[in-house]
C-alpha cells in the first residue's frame, strides 16, 4: 500500500488564505491511498471534488481526462491513526448523492452500455471548528473500515474489495464493465484561514477488512447498498453534507 501525501509549497500558500488546491496523481495499485492534512485556524468549511472519473474543469483550470476509477473521499478529524471518522462516500455506498445529479462539475461516462452515469464525488463539510483534519481519497472498492464503524478512525484498517493490482475496473452489472485508468484528480477548497501539511504515514493502515457479501469483487452501480446501519453517517457536529 503506498500513500500519496502533498506537499507542494504553492499549495500551502494557497490554503494559507483560503481558497482551493488542485492535485492529480497515478495509483500503483487499487490499495493506494492519498492523504493530505488540513489545519483551519479560524472555523470554516472544506468541500471536497474529484474529477478522475468523468473528467471536467478543475479550479487550476486543468482540463482532467475522463476515464480514472471512482474513488471514494472522506473527511477525518485530526491526524494519524486516531483521526476521527467525520463522513465519507463513494458510488458504491448507500449514502451517494442521487445520480446524476452529485457529478457536476464532473462530467458523466459511458460504463458498458450504460449511459449518463456518475462516480466522482462532491462533499461540503460546513461549521468545522478550528484544528487539524486529513483528507482521504482512495478506489471505491478500498473504503476504510471507520465508514462501517459508530466511532471509527483512520487506522482502524480498509475493507478491500480490491484484487489488489491493476487494472481498475467499474461495472455496472457482471457482465456490463470499464476498465479505468489509474488516474485521480481532487480539488480541497477551504474558507477561512488554513494550511495543508503532508500527513505522516507512520501508522499502520492494514487491516483484515470487512466480510461483506458480495458475489463479484467489482462494484455494482445502484445496486450495492449496504444499509443505515452499516454505513457512517454525517455527526452533527461539525456539519456535513453529501451535495
Request: aromatic residues 8%; proline residues 6%.
Amino acid at each position: 500500500m503506498r500513500l500519496h501525501c502533498l506537499v507542494l509549497p504553492v499549495c500551502l500558500a494557497a490554503l494559507s488564505a483560503g481558497g482551493t488546491i488542485s492535485d492529480t496523481g497515478t495509483f500503483s495499485t487499487p490499495e493506494d491511498t492519498f492523504l493530505v492534512s488540513i489545519t483551519l485556524t479560524s472555523p470554516g468549511n472544506i468541500t471536497l471534488q474529484t474529477y478522475g472519473f468523468g473528467g471536467g474543469t478543475n479550479a487550476a483550470s486543468t482540463l482532467i481526462a475522463p476515464g480514472g476509477f471512482d474513488p471514494f473521499v472522506g473527511l477525518f478529524q485530526g491526524t494519524g491513526a486516531t483521526a476521527l471518522f467525520l463522513d465519507g462516500t463513494a458510488d458504491n455506498l448507500s449514502n451517494y448523492g442521487s445520480e446524476p445529479s452529485a457529478c457536476p462539475p464532473a462530467g458523466l461516462v459511458t460504463i458498458g452500455s450504460v449511459a449518463g452515469q456518475c462516480g466522482d464525488v462532491r462533499l461540503t463539510f460546513t461549521g468545522l471548528a478550528a484544528g487539524t483534519y486529513t483528507v482521504l481519497l482512495s478506489d471505491a472498492d478500498y473504503v476504510p473500515n471507520a465508514v462501517y464503524e459508530t466511532t471509527g478512525h483512520l487506522g482502524d484498517g480498509f475493507s478491500d474489495l480490491t484484487t489488489g493490482s491493476l487494472p481498475f475496473q467499474t461495472c455496472y452489472d457482471a457482465s456490463d464493465c470499464n476498465t479505468d485508468s489509474a488516474n485521480w484528480a481532487l480539488d480541497i477548497t477551504t474558507t477561512g484561514s488554513a494550511a495543508s501539511a503532508p500527513e505522516p504515514a507512520s501508522f499502520g493502515l492494514a487491516g483484515t477488512g470487512l466480510a461483506l457479501a458480495v458475489g463479484f469483487s467489482r462494484r455494482f452501480r445502484s445496486i450495492l447498498s449496504r444499509g443505515a446501519a452499516a454505513r457512517r453517517i454525517a455527526r452533527p457536529s461539525p456539519s456535513s453534507a453529501v451535495l
